[in-house]
T-cell receptor, first 114, second 114 residues
Framework: ETGVTQTPRHLVMGMTNKKSLKCEQH?????MYWYKQSAKKPLELMFV???????ENNSVPSRFSPECPNSSHLFLHLHTLQPEDSALYLC?????????????FGPGTRLLVL | DQQVKQNSPSLSVQEGRISILNCDYT??????FLWYKKYPAEGPTFLIS?????DKNEDGRFTVFLNKSAKHLSLHIVPSQPGDSAVYFC?????????????FGQGTTLQVKP
């Protein structure tokens, strides 16, 4: 496996469910990101982990809970979501959390909340 | 308030002609700009970037122009090829923090017709 992988690729969940999105990067990077892309809206940064420490939380509701156990893995734990949380969730990584370092994106998880 | 705007949701050009994608921003603190390309079912991939100390950056068929006074940047693709058909996102970063935090536009879908 190379690059940034995300599982699952598609997820349908009810508002009372608990699920987790997984991201893995095989690039040896130190920074990892979660983005959300809703229909017809720009990509929105949700969380950033740099050297396993959370450095950005872009006012994300607590029903989204990130976890970064090591520099290669990033999770997004979901619970009691709302239908408006339906979106494409993208993971990315970069060597460091600086603008000069290119962010490499995974293919995303398409989430539908019923 | 959207700080990075791509006002054209879509653009259609003939193969071999020039494609021009536009992006406007409102925050004068932005000092680094990027373009990403996204194919369906894939994550965005980095295309080209420009620092605010420059007004032009070229990479093969792709050239980005920056007009700081107008807070406007554009991506030129010459000549356009059918494989360039994708969604193009501009993004901006900047300020005193020098982090990798990117603000994205909502994207322009480019279709290059054979």
């Amino acid at each position: 496996e190379t690059g940034v992988t995300q599982t699952p690729r598609h997820l349908v969940m009810g508002m009372t469910n608990k699920k987790s999105l997984k991201c893995e990067q095989h690039l040896g990077h130190n920074a990892m990101y979660w983005y959300k892309q809703s229909a017809k809206k720009p990509l929105e940064l949700m969380f950033v982990y740099n050297f396993k420490e959370q450095t950005e939380n872009n006012s994300v509701p607590s029903r989204f809970s990130p976890e970064c156990p090591n520099s290669s893995h990033l999770f997004l734990h979901l619970h009691t979501l709302q239908p408006e949380d339906s979106a494409l969730y993208l993971c990315a990584s970069s060597q460091e959390y600086t603008v000069e370092e290119t962010q490499y994106f995974g293919p995303g998880t398409r989430l539908l909340v019923l | 308030d959207q700080q990075v705007k791509q006002n054209s949701p879509s653009l259609s050009v003939q193969e071999g002609r020039i494609s021009i994608l536009n992006c406007d921003y409102t925050n004068s603190m932005f000092d680094y700009f990027l373009w990403y390309k996204k194919y369906p079912a894939e994550g965005p991939t980095f295309l080209i970037s420009i620092s605010s100390i420059k007004d032009k950056n070229e990479d093969g068929r792709f050239t980005v122009f920056l007009n700081k006074s107008a807070k406007h940047l554009s991506l030129h693709i010459v000549p356009s090829q059918p494989g360039d058909s994708a969604v193009y996102f501009c993004a901006a970063s900047g300020g005193s923090s020098n982090t990798g935090k990117l603000i994205f536009g909502q994207g322009t879908t480019l279709q290059v017709k054979p």
